[in-house]
């Protein structure tokens, strides 16, 4: 005869027999799972990034400058794992696109000047009709970000430390703008970001365009009438999960969002910080 208690010691015998099965599977699973996303991680990371194309009006830009065309690169992070090939791909990528100017938004490199100066030498051979405009990210602050802004002026940027520059054609006139990192507060008064002074002197009635690291910054700038604000910093997250812990650092992760009443458009970067991953947010120009 069968009792209960036989009955509950044969389901607890297959129990554990279909618990050791699943077991020795589990790992196979994980291992299918997990090298075919490192491997294209890798490749989304190291390879040449998307171009993105986002039309914004702009509110009073004369005829002269509509269709004004940037580039905006941030985030290279030109380092450890990231050399002067890759610079390279950067350039010629974006000289295809002739851009009408290049907005430089940070982090463009990870280590001093006098470490990656060979990899970032390429960074002169961008091209843009009115200029190539930089500004600094956190990442330049932990290698040196004055030493960083004097290498950028001699690769040809104009570098905006608190600071405007003003493109005119056929009448129409736009302000591009920029401010230092959040962060350079931490390292130097002189690097704390200040938008009163960089649009000091800025005609009046003329579209602005800011360029800010991070897509914060934005709550500082609501008194500046800023038509755009171009920021960086998130990495669209980089690799899943982390944008939800981004997410916690910054009002928004990537794309155009108004923030405090601020257009802005953050971007997911044009390299990649750390292991040379990106799992589901790739980069772009």
Do not use: C
């Amino acid at each position: 005869t069968t009792t209960a208690s036989d009955l509950l010691l044969w389901g607890a015998a297959h129990a554990s027999t279909g618990a050791s099965s699943l077991g020795s599977v589990q790992p196979w699973v994980v291992l299918g799972l997990t090298v075919p996303a490192l491997v294209y991680g890798f490749r989304v990371a190291r390879g040449t990034p998307a171009i993105v194309r986002i039309t914004v009006p702009i509110k009073g830009l004369g005829k002269g400058l509509d269709g004004y065309r940037i580039v905006q690169l941030t985030d290279i992070h030109i380092g450890d794992t990231l050399g002067g090939e890759f610079t390279a791909k950067i350039v010629a990528a974006t000289n295809a696109l002739k851009p009408d100017a290049i907005a430089l938004t940070g982090d463009a490199i990870e280590g001093s000047v006098k470490k990656v100066r060979d990899d970032t030498v390429g960074f002169a051979q961008l091209e843009a009709r009115d200029g190539k405009f930089y500004v600094t990210g956190n990442h330049e602050y932990y290698h040196g970000g004055s030493a960083w802004e004097a290498e950028f002026a001699r690769l040809g940027f104009t570098v905006l430390h608190n600071a405007h520059h003003v493109v005119a054609r056929d009448g129409a006139q736009l302000v591009i703008a920029g401010v230092t990192d959040l962060d350079g507060a931490r390292f130097s008064e002189h690097h704390r970001p200040d938008a009163d002074a960089a649009f000091a002197g800025a005609p009046a009635g003329v579209p602005r365009i800011l360029l800010a690291h991070q897509p914060r910054f934005a709550r500082h700038v609501q008194k500046h009438d800023v038509s755009l604000q171009l920021s960086g910093h998130t990495h669209g997250g980089q690799i899943f999960p982390f944008m939800f812990f981004v997410r916690l650092q910054q009002p928004v992760i990537a794309g155009f969002k108004r923030l405090w009443g601020v257009p802005v458009y953050t971007s997911r970067g044009t390299g990649y910080w750390g292991p040379p991953f990106r799992i589901g947010p790739s980069s772009e120009i």
